[in-house]
């Protein structure tokens, strides 16, 4: 059996991520890591100690829902309230970072972005350019969704 790279790896753990979020509007998962180590994760789901929207509805504005903290920030976060440094990391996403996110992603100083599908932002591509980020494309594993049987994930819009 081939071992799988440390990209697909990483990238299969943030879908198992993925299958803990909170809004089904669409489920992500996140996890940063520095020298082949993780070191923090996260998912999209509501402020803490507050009702999920899977069980009292999404908070929609503009086409989506602004319920949730997203999971890159989750990660970012996370990291922060222990005290892990994520400087010069990588982080695994399984969708592109939306523009809010991408701006945390490039202030925490990550280094690298690695996102399964594709989200809603093109401004992420020419930002990571002018920044030095370094931004790549990883298709989501079919073989990691159905082995972990993570529900579907649903439409954007
Ligand atoms: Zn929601
Ligand atoms: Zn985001």
Same mark, same amino acid.
């Given at each position: 059996m081939q071992r799988v790279s440390w990209d697909r790896y990483f990238m299969d753990i943030a879908q198992v991520v993925s +299958? %803990?979020?909170?809004? +089904? %509007?669409k489920n992500v998962g996140s996890v940063i890591v520095r020298d082949r180590t993780i070191l923090s994760t996260g998912y999209n789901g509501s402020l803490r100690g507050l009702p999920h929207c899977d069980d009292i509805g999404h908070m929609m504005e503009g086409g989506h829902c602004v319920a949730t903290i997203h999971a890159e920030q989750n990660a970012i976060i996370h990291a922060a309230k222990n005290g892990v440094a994520i400087n010069d990391g990588t982080i695994y996403v399984t969708a592109s970072p939306c523009w809010s996110c991408f701006k945390s992603i490039a202030n925490a100083g990550l280094r690298r972005i690695v996102y399964g599908e594709f989200y809603r932002d093109e401004r992420i591509f020419e930002f990571s350019q002018r920044l030095g980020i370094e931004l790549e494309h990883l298709a989501l594993s079919t073989a990691a969704l159905s082995a972990s049987a993570l529900p579907a994930v649903p439409p954007i819009e």
């Open positions: +299958s %803990r979020s909170t809004c +089904s %509007r």
